[in-house]
């Protein structure tokens, strides 16, 4: 790249990734009927209101009252709203609640069944879709273009989507415009059934390994959702994606899940997802296996209520562990979880440093920035960010407002006055990130 001159107190800093996101949730929420941060029952239920209005005069692209964001923590009567309250709110039309974790949906049967056949048209189609999902969609496209813009304004070059995907979600992905590097986890039923004596990978699959099929696209690793298998499952499905020299990634919120995760075979090179509760004996085994854990800093400082009101004193010290991770040689990665909290990746610098619930558990400064950052070596794709101040040089609790003044992936500015910054991309296509 051209040689840049900083503003004073500016620093030049590897970009930032998020390693935990959900795209098309995200998207999907940011076109729906926004309930987070309502204040109590009546607040949901106005709003839903006012939604279903809008939906009755013709003016939503879906076929159904779609909502995000319910959460009964912040909500004054910490309950979630009735059967019968969310019927008179919507006056009886089609609806689906999404809560804000994505684990829990409210929805009446003529709204389940609308979106059923919904999500079937995007994952079923070889054809031209329907006129009114293919406005869904081109709205779902140009809500994936603000993303990226906003995702670049916040120092972001890389993102990897934890969603165990299927060849359609794996497409739509593909397609959306966002200038980030995508990385994609599959579901394992994905990968096909054995072949006599040794695991076999569809061709699907391993096209998308390689970026053949869908230009782009990386693949991460096979996701498995402990809470919905079997033990023997989890074993199966991780001996099925090390046969084929896959990645697994597990989702562990709770101290169950995680043991799940480690009895089923975890090893070098896989991930855990959130490691949310994480007993002593876990961390060293954690630690002897060379697994990497994906976390979420800013649940500890976003979602307090909730883990105040539910979990003991006790669990409340194993939550969301950082240090503890750290010390005992565990690599550990942060990300948003977007939609469940906006993405940030200093914000999650800030949130890991000043903790207050489970402080033993904060990280330094410069500890939670390597959490963040694209590993740099030389011969690397420039992937740069400059902040408006060096992290390590102010109080921690003012690290999330730092500004980015600019943002490079492959030496290509992505955010920043293109008048100020200059922008160097390869010259070949490509930027030589392996899969």
Partial sequence: ????????????????????????????????????????????????????????????????????????????????????EIERAVGGAPVVIHHRTGHLTLANEEGRQRAATSEGQFAESRGPLPAKAQRQWARLRREGARLGAELAALGVVEVCDATPAHSATLGALARLPLPQRVRAMVDPRFLGPPSPGRWSAPRSVRTVAAGAQLPGLRLEAVKIMPPRLAPEDIAGHTARAHELGLRVAVHAVDVDELQAALDGGLGPGDRVEHAGLCLPEQLEELAARSITVVTQPTFVTRRAAKYRAELSPVEQAWLYRLRSLVAAGVAVRFSSDTPVVPPGPLEQVTAAATRRLGPDERLDVATALAAVSRPAAPGDPADLVVLGADPLAVDAAFVEHIAVLATWRSGELLHGDPAHWPSCPPARSGDGVAP
């Fill in 1 to 84: 790249m051209p040689c840049v001159v900083l503003p004073a107190g500016a620093v030049l800093l590897p970009a930032f990734v998020d390693e935990h996101v959900h795209l098309l949730a995200t998207l999907a929420a940011r076109t729906s009927i926004d309930l987070a941060g309502a204040a109590s029952v009546a607040e949901v239920l106005e709003r839903l209101h006012v939604g279903a209005t809008t939906w009755r005069r013709g003016d939503a692209l879906r076929t159904y009252v779609r909502a995000w964001g319910l959460d009964e923590h912040e909500l004054r009567e910490r309950r979630l709203p009735t059967a019968s």
